[in-house]
């Protein structure tokens, strides 16, 4: 079993829909908890960081962690064409730890 | 500010050849990372440096991987010999430092496949 796993896709949406990513984990002991962005043939961007449960919101993105499901999400509202990439989850156990990533999720928005 | 530099962008080479890939971090970042990402998949770690020594290689294939961060800026990483496997984009990340594990700046990476 892995340790954190991610839903591959693909998703396709119409611009405008909210969007839904999700990464399950098996490790309770995870407590940094990450988002990131990949373009095609580009290295991953930070979009999301979070510490513990709780909800994080940056503009139309909301980052969620439910540490008793071992369960994220990623909501994107108001999706846009610009918004189509793979999307990544990361974890790690503490602060300066290896990060663990999830296989990624490919999103298309469709204008 | 200048990103993560890496070349080259594109290799393809025989199997049981050699390569090795590059890597210019963000100009005073103490942290570097090499990730393996095989298409499909997420980035793996394969090794970890602060400044120029290692903090963690335990997924770094060592009988056939090796790298170096010589004067705790530039760093290579090498393969020899290439197995089929090894196929993927290898990414070079950097931070400021350990601490700042969750501001990792990515480069664009090296795709290598290996026939």
């Known amino acids: 079993q892995k340790e954190v796993e991610q839903d591959p896709g693909p998703l396709s949406v119409p611009e405008g829909a909210i969007v839904s990513l999700n990464c399950t984990y098996s490790?309770?002991?995870?407590?940094?908890f990450m988002w990131y962005r990949q373009y095609s043939r580009k290295g991953p961007e930070l979009l999301m960081y979070t510490y513990s449960s709780g909800n994080k919101e940056d503009g139309r993105f909301t980052a969620q962690v439910d540490k008793s499901s071992k369960y994220i999400s990623l909501f994107i509202r108001d999706s846009q064409p610009s918004d189509s990439a793979t999307y990544l989850c990361?974890?790690?156990?503490?602060?300066?730890?290896?990060?663990?990533f999830g296989q990624g999720t490919e999103l298309s928005v469709k204008p | 500010e200048a990103g993560v530099a890496q070349s080259p962008r594109y290799k393809i080479i025989e199997k049981r050849q050699s390569v090795a890939f590059w890597c210019n971090p963000i100009?005073?970042?103490?942290?570097l990372y090499w990730y393996q990402q095989i298409l499909g998949q997420g980035p793996k770690l394969l090794i970890q440096?602060?400044?120029?020594?290692?903090?963690?290689d335990s997924q770094l294939p060592k009988d056939r991987f090796s790298a170096e961060r010589l004067k705790g800026v530039d760093s290579t990483l090498k393969i020899q010999p290439a197995k089929l496997e090894d196929s993927a984009v290898y990414l070079c990340?950097?931070?400021?430092?350990?601490?700042?594990?969750?501001?990792?700046?990515f480069g664009p990476g090296t795709r290598l496949t290996v026939l």
């Open positions: 490790n309770s002991a995870f407590q940094y």
């Open positions: 990340a950097s931070s400021l430092d350990r601490a700042n594990y969750n501001e990792q700046f």
């Open positions: 990361a974890m790690t156990y503490n602060q300066g730890g290896k990060l663990i």
């Open positions: 100009s005073g970042h103490a942290t």
């Open positions: 440096f602060q400044n120029n020594g290692v903090v963690d």
